[in-house]
Structure formats: structure tokens, C-alpha cells
């Protein structure tokens, strides 16, 4: 059981002014932990690199301590849990982001960590086509048990939803709020069958709004959490388009649906694919195809099953292989991040391992076992 403590104080540090996402990680790299940072002596803070004057004041507050504590009342009482960028359920996929939210709110039943996880996205002005479409894309998801995430937005983001829980696929809405208002209120009853069959999920603490600025933040996590990327229709601006440029930073699959010339819901997904900034859907078989997905994989089985003579690897190559074991395929930043292993060092170790055949190489700079026994 996590420290109380350690938890009231992670939550007093997401209050502190002007402290995102790269200067939490500086503070808990440098202190140890949440409750070390407020207990760490002004001058020691000003040593940490980009910890300035205005930063150390903001950290000794007074109210930063009472405003956690009425937080964390909230939070056990809507059965909310709080996943720090530490914790073995915090979305490993989000993890080695360098703009990651490093706190968390989540109700809900789904792994975070699914084996399988597509994003859908598009335009709340959604036509009949792009509505049939999503359904169609989720339908098509059911054999490969994917979990599906949008951002309980009106038109392709409700409709993907909609679809999941219909076809018992578990899904998950990120939203730009906090947890004690589901946005738009139409949207409430699917909301709360999520809570069920997928989950919640939000940066932001109870009583946030959802103002316009939340919802590009709220995009990055979409983008990130994902395997691919699914536009259905997008106009040449919105939110569709900036979630793809994120997942596109991120190096994750981006794909988009192609639409009628001269409708103006198509012209963003046109434009990606002219960009080449997508592939073209036209069928899950460019999915499937992108991502190298086996249907003779379920994806369900988040651990392989693999026997090693650990007399024949390094400790190194051993400790690339148990990540792998534990939890399926990861790109290399991943992998990074989980083995502390230097970039060219694991990108040697990686190379050796796949000439061994113990590994093999994906799109999206991935890798992931070759499920030798």
C-alpha cells in the first residue's frame, strides 16, 4: 500500500504554480520523492536546475497542504484512482513522454497497459458516412480485443464509444475536466457504462473546467496512449488534426480515412494523407498490416510465456528480454526507460538480440519477442 503521506504530497506538488510536467520529474529526480521536495530547504531547491526563486516560493506555500488534503477527500469519495508517473499502472506508453501529466485521475475498470490500444478521433460535426465508418472500424477491432480511446467529444469521438461498449470492447474517454463532470452532459449515460466496460481519465483536478485551453492538453494524451491514430473526418482545423500532429511527434501510427472532395469534414484527412503525415484507411487490413498485428496472438495475454537460459545472455540483454516478457511489445524509448539502458548501448543490444532471433523489429520503431520457446 502506498505511503499516505507520499500521496497527499504528490498531490500538493500538481498545485504548485507554474510546475508541469519536465520540472516535476527534475524535483523528484533530485529530492526522491513527492514529500522530500517540501521538506527539502529553500537554498537545496535553488540548486536544482531550472528551480528558480519564483519556483521555490510557489513550493512553500502555505495552502498547497490544505488544498491536497480536500483533493484527496474528493478523490475517495467518487472512487477516484490517482496514477503517478511511477506506478507500475500509470500508462507505460505515456511514460517516457517528456510532456506527460506525471499525476493522473482514472475511474475505471480497463489496464491502462492493454496489450492493443487504437485511438479514434474526428470532427464533432460527424456525417451519416463518418458515423458509419467509426462503427465499422470498431467492429472490425472486436477479433484483435483492442481498447479504444477518443475524447467523449460529439460526432466520431461519442460514436467510437458507443461502438466499443456495443461491441464489449473496452474504452476509454480523456477528458479536459475534472472527474466530478462528464462533458457534454448528453453524453452522461455512455459515460457511466465506461465506467464499467473501460474507464475515465483526466490530468485535471475536480472542479476543472472544461475551457478551451484544456483540450489541446487533453489531445497529447489521446495521441499518446495509443498504438495508432484512427481519423475518421476532420475539417482543415481542429482538434482531430492537432491530436494526429501529436501522435505524429510521438511516433506513433497515424491513419486517416479518406473522404469526398469538396466535403469540407474530408479535407483534414485528406490533407494528412497528401502529406504524407497518415497512411490511408480503407479496411482494418491497413491496421493490421501497419501495426503487424497476428490474430493468432490474443491480444488479451499482456506476459509471453518464454523459458530462458540465462546463461546464454548478459544481464543487459536478460533484463531487455524480461521487459519484453512482461509487457509485450515497447518501442525503444520504452525500452529505455525501463532498462535505464543508454540510447546506443540497448540500440547494440537490441541489434544482437534480433540477429540471435530472440527479437523482432516492428513499425513504429517497436520490438518485441518472437515468441520462441
Not at 491480444?299 to 536478460?318: G, I, N, V
Request: net charge neutral.
Amino acid at each position: 500500500m502506498k505511503d499516505a503521506d507520499e500521496i497527499l504530497y504528490r498531490l500538493a506538488l500538481s498545485f504548485v504554480p507554474k510546475v508541469g510536467s519536465v520540472l516535476t520529474r527534475q524535483l523528484i529526480g533530485y529530492c526522491g520523492s513527492a514529500k522530500a521536495v517540501f521538506t527539502t530547504p529553500r537554498g537545496k531547491l535553488l540548486r536544482i536546475p531550472g528551480i528558480g526563486k519564483f519556483i521555490a516560493d510557489n513550493i512553500q506555500q502555505a495552502d498547497l497542504l490544505v488544498k491536497a488534503e480536500r483533493e484527496l477527500a474528493l478523490v475517495e469519495k467518487h472512487d477516484v484512482q490517482l496514477l503517478w508517473f511511477t506506478d507500475e499502472a500509470y500508462p507505460s506508453r505515456l511514460k517516457h513522454l517528456p510532456d506527460s501529466p506525471p499525476l493522473l485521475y482514472y475511474q475505471g475498470t480497463a489496464s491502462l497497459n492493454h496489450a492493443r490500444i487504437v485511438g479514434i478521433v474526428g470532427t464533432r460535426q460527424a456525417t451519416d458516412y463518418g458515423r458509419s465508418v467509426t462503427e465499422q472500424i470498431v467492429r472490425d477491432l472486436v477479433p484483435h480485443e483492442c481498447l479504444v480511446v477518443s475524447g467523449l467529444a460529439y460526432g466520431i469521438d461519442i460514436t467510437a464509444h458507443r461502438a466499443a461498449v456495443q461491441h464489449q470492447l473496452p474504452t476509454i474517454g480523456v477528458m479536459a475536466n475534472g472527474l466530478d463532470l462528464v462533458y457534454p452532459a448528453a453524453h452522461k449515460a455512455t459515460a457511466q457504462q465506461m465506467r464499467t466496460h473501460g474507464g475515465l481519465l483526466t490530468e485535471n483536478p475536480f472542479g476543472t473546467k472544461p475551457d478551451a485551453p484544456q483540450f489541446p492538453a487533453r489531445n497529447r494524451i489521446i495521441a499518446g496512449l495509443c498504438d495508432a491514430l484512427v481519423v475518421v473526418e476532420a475539417a482543415a482545423k481542429g482538434g482531430a488534426l492537432i491530436t494526429a500532429d501529436m501522435a505524429h511527434q510521438y511516433d506513433r501510427e497515424v491513419l486517416a480515412v479518406p473522404g469526398n472532395l469538396g466535403n469540407p469534414y474530408s479535407e483534414g484527412c485528406n490533407r494528412l494523407i497528401r502529406q504524407l503525415k497518415a497512411a490511408i484507411y480503407t479496411n482494418i487490413e491497413d491496421l493490421e498490416k501497419l501495426l503487424n498485428w497476428d490474430l493468432d496472438a490474443p491480444a488479451r495475454a499482456t506476459t509471453t510465456q518464454l523459458h530462458l537460459d540465462e546463461s546464454l545472455f548478459s544481464a543487459e540483454e536478460l533484463s531487455v528480454l524480461q521487459v519484453l516478457r512482461q509487457q509485450g511489445a515497447q518501442q525503444i524509448d520504452e525500452l529505455g526507460f525501463a532498462t535505464q539502458l543508454a540510447a546506443g548501448r540497448l540500440a547494440s543490444l537490441l541489434l544482437n538480440l534480433e540477429f540471435q532471433g530472440m527479437i523482432k523489429a516492428l513499425p513504429g520503431k517497436k520490438y518485441c519477442l518472437t515468441h520462441k520457446k
